[in-house]
């Protein structure tokens, strides 16, 4: 069997298993963002936060208008003050995050980022009046330890950066909230790109009139971190999520959702370097523990539990 028989032989395969083509799908897509922190922070020494994120999701719109073009023909502006809102909890995610970036290390700022999921529940009780349950408490209180342990450096010192990361944090949590409310009965893809266009707008406008930054000068190096970011950060990354998300349980999703901090670790220590100390590691352990009982409220393991009281 030639490369060519065989690759066509796996792509029937997973075809005919949507469910594991999900999988793999959301796979890809938290370790090409868990990429996006090395590439983020080395990007950072000569380009502008305010033109990397603009140039990332205007043209990361464009492509995705281009490639699902006929969307468009749902637009109206019950869209337009969805993707306006959406557009601006993205920015104040994006941007306090990438901004925290420039004073902190990739896994740092990839787990303290992924502390989101332990605020939503609560967000969720705000808006919705939806009482966290003990899973949600217990999670919070694992997360807040976790980015103790994470965070705080010698003398009980914490860095700006991580406080921005963690301020970022809240901006996605309120973010996943509103995408929620918002998408029910409206097309996920045309929000996401209205969205975009909000976000690179907002931050050129910054750049240009707030900032008065003129345009750097780009690099070969600089445009090929751009066009990752803007493609397969933004682009590529977010379709093989959505479609993954279709064919994949909601908890099964969540867990694979959150190894996109672990990737961003693990890359971190391969390209940037970073030294992981013992008291760092835990509390990374602690925070991808959060991760799990929030996101699954650990219902992996009532099966087995039902099973054993049969038993008995």
């Not at 950060?233 to 999703?253: D, H, I, N, R």
């Not at 970073?274 to 393991?301: D, H, V």
């Amino acid at each position: 069997m030639g490369i060519i028989d065989f690759v066509n032989h796996i792509c029937g395969w997973l075809k005919a298993r949507p469910a594991t083509l999900g999988k793999i799908l959301i796979l890809l897509a938290t370790i090409i963002w868990g990429s996006s922190f090395v590439v983020l922070k080395n990007t950072l020494d000569t380009i502008p936060t305010e033109f990397l994120l603009g140039f990332r999701f205007f043209f990361a719109a464009l492509l995705l208008s281009a490639v699902f073009y006929q969307m468009w023909r749902e637009f109206n502006l019950s869209y337009l003050r969805r993707g306006l809102l959406l557009g601006l909890l993205l920015f104040g995610a994006y941007y306090t995050q990438t901004l925290g970036l420039t004073d902190t290390t990739p896994g740092k700022n990839a787990f303290l980022t992924a502390t989101y999921c332990a605020i939503v529940p609560f967000l969720y009780w705000a808006v919705d009046k939806l009482r966290p349950d003990r899973y949600n408490i217990s999670a919070a209180l694992l997360c807040l330890i976790g980015i103790g342990l994470v965070a705080i450096t010698s003398g009980f010192a914490i860095r700006p950066g991580d406080i921005l990361t963690l301020v970022g944090a809240l901006f996605y949590a309120a973010h996943i909230v509103a995408l929620a409310k918002f998408t029910r009965g409206h097309n996920p893809m045309l929000l996401t790109t209205l969205q975009f266009f909000t976000c690179g707008l907002i931050n050129w406008a910054l750049q240009l009139f707030v900032m008065k930054q003129p345009v750097p000068e780009l690099t070969a190096a600089n445009i090929s971190a751009l066009l990752y970011l803007t493609i397969l950060c933004s682009a590529v990354a977010l379709t093989f999520q959505s479609y993954g998300q279709k064919y994949t349980e909601p908890a099964t999703a969540a867990i694979l959702l959150s190894l996109e901090s672990v990737f961003g670790v693990i890359f971190s220590i391969i390209f940037y370097h970073e030294a992981i100390t013992l008291r760092m590691f835990c509390g990374f352990g602690l925070i991808f523990l959060a991760i799990i009982i929030s996101e699954t409220k650990l219902s992996f393991l009532k099966p087995r539990q039902q099973l054993v009281s049969l038993k008995k």
